[in-house]
């Protein structure tokens, strides 16, 4: 099933995120986060960058404000995005792909191009875990699927 509230804003995929991950998958992953940030469980929730509410994790997200205020869905509609010129784009786009090897820019052009249910079923299958079959998020494994605990390469 395709979920089109896990389009990210600014090119990731939401299911793969690890807030996102730990509020559906509760358990340990919840606990991890949770202890990282410094706050209660129960603040760690998401449903997608398009079903952001107030309670939401990703609503004070820098981006998601920054597009907020210019009245703008996604970092692909944003002049500075297209001159290279957004500085908290580039750097979350940088780590990413440095990372993670994920192409926050490459997905963002699949977005606009109208690819987004084979973008999504694409990104459903690639983070998933290969011993299990359930999602992973594309941080936070530390190595293993948190929910079957088979290693990861």
């Known amino acids: 099933m395709i979920n089109k509230n896990l389009v990210g804003k600014c090119g990731l995929y939401c299911g793969a995120c690890g807030i996102y991950r730990a509020y559906k998958d509760d358990g340990e992953l919840l606990d991890n986060l949770a202890k990282g940030f410094k706050c209660p469980p129960e603040k760690v929730r998401c449903e997608g960058c ?3 509410t107030p309670e939401s994790w990703g609503y004070n997200c820098k981006i998601v404000q920054c597009l907020r205020i210019k ?3 996604f970092c692909y509609q944003c002049d500075e995005y297209e001159k290279e010129l957004c500085k908290k784009f580039e750097k979350l786009a940088k780590s990413y792909l440095e990372d993670a090897g994920v192409d926050l820019r490459m997905n963002l ?3 606009k191009k ?6 999504l079923l694409e990104s459903q299958e690639k983070y998933k875990c290969p011993s299990c079959g359930k999602p992973l998020p594309v941080y936070g494994t530390k190595g293993k699927c948190h929910h079957c605990g088979a290693k990861l390469a």
């Open 114 to 119: 109208g690819e987004v249910e084979e973008w």
């Open 50 to 52: 398009m079903a952001l």
């Open 109 to 111: 052009e699949r977005i």
């Open 71 to 73: 009245g703008l869905d």
